[in-house]
């Protein structure tokens, strides 16, 4: 198996055995709304670290905000609502859907057009937003 996906299956392992019985009382004892504040906490750091064009920082914080994504599929999994594999295709799909100029016979000039290609995509997938800011708390 390829060292990236040995990794991304060793912490999702590691994320199971946390939040299982015999594993970490604090990592069993969060939800979804007790981890928000944490998720937003890494979000900032890591984006505190491109400001500053810190790699090394940049590539922890990464990890800090996977953690968070493999940590509320765990959760969600454990309700039976979703699982990180959900999680994946969705993005997955959603990548593909609005890349039509790689996966699909659409032309593109260049960057400008492949975002508005893809502002129109989600516009119409998501027609409740009427501004970029909607849906965000």
Request: overall charge negative; hydrophobic content about 35%; proline content about 3%.
């Amino acid at each position: 198996m390829d060292k990236k996906l040995e990794n991304i299956n060793l912490l999702i392992e590691i994320i199971e055995k946390l939040r299982s019985p015999d594993g970490c009382p604090w990592d069993r004892d969060q939800t979804h709304y007790s981890l928000k504040q944490n998720f937003l906490e890494e979000t900032y750091e890591a984006i505190d670290a491109i400001d500053e064009n810190d790699m090394k920082n940049l590539k922890e914080e990464l990890g800090d905000v996977l953690l968070q994504v493999v940590l509320h599929s765990q959760i969600a999994s454990e309700k039976n609502d979703f699982d990180i594999g959900d999680v994946a295709q969705v993005i997955n799909e959603k990548l593909i859907r609005r890349h039509p100029h790689v996966f699909g016979n659409a032309k593109v000039s260049g960057s400008d057009e492949v975002l508005a290609t893809w502002d129109k995509i989600k516009k119409n997938e998501k027609p409740e937003r009427k501004t970029k800011l909607s849906g965000i708390a």
